[in-house]
């Protein structure tokens, strides 16, 4: 069956640490891959998207990177602020381009 | 950038009575928009797809019965909980994507029912 993994126990960083977090996958050939932010009691926040033909794709203090081979995209944010904390959703699209399927999210909680 | 509005945020009901919950799309047309649940701590659960002008498309294990939805106009999807019961009290999301393919998802605020 297809499954998308990730971490979920909280990651707590540093403040000004690189926070990375990781989405594994199987079953699934994605052509795109899509992480979103969750605050507290809110929807998901689009953040970034990345094809597969992309090894690496950056915003600002983010960058994502995602390796088809190992079925395995890692997040990244460099230089972590508090204002970071939140739970971060890595999600496929199918084939078809038209339903996404999310992970369960991990949390990542950064310490001034 | 778009934006997908859910109202109400939160909703504290009755065992027995029925909620609506409605998700609108102010800046495109969304002919499909995506109801999903989620518990706490836990991932989103898609419920169902809400396609404009014809009956929503429900995944495995969700009551059509129980969740009503009606998706009259390209901006406008709603969810109804009927005979709501306590184990409905979860944290309802709605999304949408503008029409094309592999496009990124607009959610809503999400709205949390409370059944007492």
């Known amino acids: 069956s297809q499954k998308i993994e990730q971490n979920s126990e909280a990651l707590n960083i540093q403040e000004g640490k690189t926070a990375t977090l990781t989405c594994n996958y199987t079953?699934?050939?994605?052509?795109?891959l899509q992480w979103y932010r969750q605050d507290p009691g809110r929807g998901p926040v689009f953040l970034l998207l990345?094809?597969?033909?992309?090894k690496e794709k950056r915003k600002e203090r983010l960058k994502v990177t995602f390796d088809t081979t190992l079925k395995q995209s890692l997040f990244h944010i460099t230089a972590s602020q508090p204002a970071d904390s939140a739970t971060y959703l890595c999600?496929?699209?199918?084939?078809?381009?038209?339903?996404?399927?999310f992970g369960g999210g991990t949390r990542l909680m950064v310490k001034p | 950038g778009a934006v997908v509005s859910q109202h109400p945020s939160r909703v504290i009901c009755k065992s027995g009575t029925s909620v609506k919950i409605e998700c609108r799309s102010l800046?495109?047309?969304?002919?499909?928009m995506f109801w999903y649940r989620q518990f706490p701590k836990q991932s989103l659960m898609l419920m169902a797809t809400s396609n404009e002008g014809s009956k929503a498309t429900y995944e495995q294990g969700v009551e059509k019965d129980k969740f009503l939805i009606n998706h009259a106009s390209l901006t406008l999807s709603t969810l109804t909980v009927t005979s709501a019961h306590p184990e409905d009290s979860s944290f309802y999301i709605c999304?949408?994507?503008?029409?094309?393919?592999?496009?990124?998802?607009?959610f809503g605020q999400g709205t949390r029912l409370t059944v007492v």
């Open positions: 800046d495109f047309q969304a002919t499909t």
């Open positions: 990345i094809r597969e033909n992309e």
């Open positions: 999600a496929l699209l199918n084939n078809a381009g038209n339903m996404l399927t």
């Open positions: 999304s949408a994507r503008r029409q094309g393919l592999f496009t990124e998802a607009f």
């Open positions: 079953n699934y050939s994605p052509a795109y």
